[in-house]
């Protein structure tokens, strides 16, 4: 059942799993607080999850767009206000990835240690492009009918090995997505903010723990952008993942979970 918080007059769905220290989920473009796969129930079992859906997504409001990633940053601190959480750990997944280091960034107070999943430093140089196979797949995605889309953007972000490994598992992704898919405008608004986002000059000034987990094989985020991020955060701690695509939390969830609980723990 969804719990609100409310920033600036819009409405953010938020609920939490499990107890201990609370751990903050920020979600990539397009998807809400139901599309992070197995993994906030296996963190669950030693930590206070709390999952929100972004602006435009899920259970929250659709304002007008375009958004910003400093105005999800604020959305995320209200959800964290509205939980009763003064700091946590974040986990953030692609633009949520952007979120994450905003929080660092703008509200270093809020946050204990840092999860930076298939992201970057932001989408401008000196981070490094989507690839083209990506690109080209996301300009497609905006002309093509609905569902056959969503089944492209799926196929591009679940990536080659988890296509052909786990047929199953695309074919979960792709219900989940048929069923929660946002509006075409509200998936533009979010691609906007992420489109402009720009940290590079800034992350050195993180002082929160950092770990960077990246799949390999992922033709939505450079995967040398995880490099940059371990290379340009003080301390940062880099763990890499062959062969895996964007969506690797939900394929490797078994795999992720102990790599972030010992993270976090120690």
């Not at 929100?52 to 400093?70: L, M, T």
């Not at 492209?152 to 979960?172: W, Y």
């Not at 695509?245 to 993270?263: N, Q, R, S, Y």
Request: proline residues 7%; charged residues 20%; aromatic residues 8%.
């Amino acid at each position: 059942m969804s719990t609100y918080a409310v920033n600036d007059g819009v409405r953010l769905a938020y609920e939490e799993l499990g107890a201990g220290e609370p751990l903050l989920f920020c979600q990539g473009l397009g998807y809400d607080r139901r599309g992070f796969g197995p993994l906030p129930r296996l963190l669950s079992e030693d930590f206070r999850v709390i999952l929100w859906d972004n602006r435009g997504v899920g259970d929250s409001d659709v304002p007008a767009g375009p958004y910003a990633v400093p105005q999800l940053a604020a959305d995320a601190v209200a959800v964290l206000d509205a939980a009763g959480a003064d700091s946590a750990h974040v986990f953030g997944v692609s633009l949520g990835g952007f979120v994450a280091q905003e929080l660092a960034l703008s509200y270093p107070e809020r946050i204990r240690k840092l999860v930076l999943v298939s992201t970057a430093a932001g989408s401008v140089p000196p981070s490094l492009p989507m690839p083209v196979r990506g690109q080209e797949a996301f300009m497609r995605f905006q002309t093509m009918e609905s569902e056959e889309g969503l089944r492209l953007i799926v196929a591009n972000s679940l990536g080659d090995h988890g296509v052909n490994e786990r047929p199953e598992l695309f074919e979960e992704i792709y219900a989940y997505r048929l069923e929660r898919a946002p509006s075409l405008e509200a998936w533009q608004a979010q691609a906007y903010a992420g489109a402009t986002f720009d940290a590079y000059e800034r992350i050195p000034q993180i002082a929160a723990p950092t770990l960077v987990l990246q799949g390999g094989a992922d033709t939505v985020i450079d995967p040398g952008n995880a490099q940059i991020l371990a290379e340009r955060i003080p301390g940062a701690r880099l763990e890499l993942v062959p062969d895996r695509g964007h969506l690797m939390m939900w394929e490797e969830g078994e795999l992720l979970a102990p790599i972030v609980k010992e993270f976090l723990q120690s």
